[in-house]
């Protein structure tokens, strides 16, 4: 049985994640963290979210919970979340991290950790986003890449606010990586006009409700072009990969963990 606690627990992620932990025999629920200032601290988590009454209320403080836990599932902000990595690592606990937006500082600060508490950070917790880039690392390695331009567009929904997503910015190094450039000297950010040679362009899309879509094209100028598309049409697929994570990373020594490491072990699909 893991015990979890679940971070932003009333958020469109955290209530799927509750949802998705209540049908598994071997996860149990044993926390539930809100924003400190919201008026439902102190309510029933499953009464809140239309499960009925699961006797744990909401706290504001992840110190305010009281009961034994495994690990956490993090999808919060970027502030809050390096607390939580902390709070974890003095405690001895794994957490699973889905914020995105961590500027290079955090990031910094979080690598920080890697030899200190074991920990998966991914920018995108789906199997299928996950998949397919290892899908692109290979074509980039296969493609006699000068012959090629390289074009990422991303789609969200019309309130995300960092830009380019996490899973953008995460392609776009692994493709930079493989051609021999750091990914900061190569971005270019919704250009017009004739393009620049040896750059990796990005379009950024914020409309409606769109949940999230990236298309990573590979454009020759002999005749030819490659497209990889993922789209996500429910953000279940955020919370099964979560709950993957946190099934993974028990009893795993330190370290800083990614989505592509939890899928390495074949035995998750099961």
């Known amino acids: ?54 006797n744990i209320k909401t706290v504001g403080n992840i110190k305010d919970i009281k009961n034994n836990f495994d690990t956490i599932i993090d999808f919060t902000n970027p502030k809050i979340s390096l607390k939580n990595l902390e709070y974890c690592y003095k405690n001895k606990k794994s957490i699973i991290i889905g914020t995105t937006g961590f500027k290079k500082k955090q990031l910094k600060k979080i690598k920080l950790f890697k030899n200190k508490v074991p920990f998966v950070l991914s920018a995108n917790m789906s199997i299928g ?38 899973t953008a910015l995460n392609i776009g190094k692994k493709i930079a990586k493989i ?24 379009s950024i899309i914020r409309a409606g409700d769109i949940i999230g879509e990236h298309k990573i094209i590979f454009a020759s100028k002999s005749g030819e072009i490659i497209e990889i598309n993922h789209k996500v049409t429910n953000r279940l697929v955020f919370a099964y990969g979560a709950i993957l994570a946190a099934k993974w990373i028990k009893n795993k020594n330190n370290g800083f963990y990614n989505m592509q490491d939890v899928l390495k072990e074949e035995n998750n699909f099961v």
């Open 1 to 54: 049985m893991i015990k979890i606690i679940i971070l932003g627990s009333i958020g469109r992620i955290g209530k799927l994640l509750i949802k998705t932990i209540k049908k598994d025999n071997n996860l149990k629920l044993v926390g539930a963290v809100i924003n400190p200032n919201h008026k439902l601290i102190g309510k029933d988590i499953g009464e809140i979210i239309g499960l009925g009454k699961l």
């Open 129 to 166: 986003a996950n998949v397919i880039l290892d899908i692109i690392i290979s074509i980039t390695k296969k493609l006699i890449i000068k012959d090629f331009d390289i074009e990422i567009i991303e789609y969200h929904h019309s309130n995300k606010i960092d830009y380019p997503s996490g």
């Open 179 to 202: 051609i021999g450039y750091k990914l900061n000297t190569i971005k270019v950010l919704n250009k017009t006009g004739p393009r620049i040679k040896n750059t990796i362009g990005y």
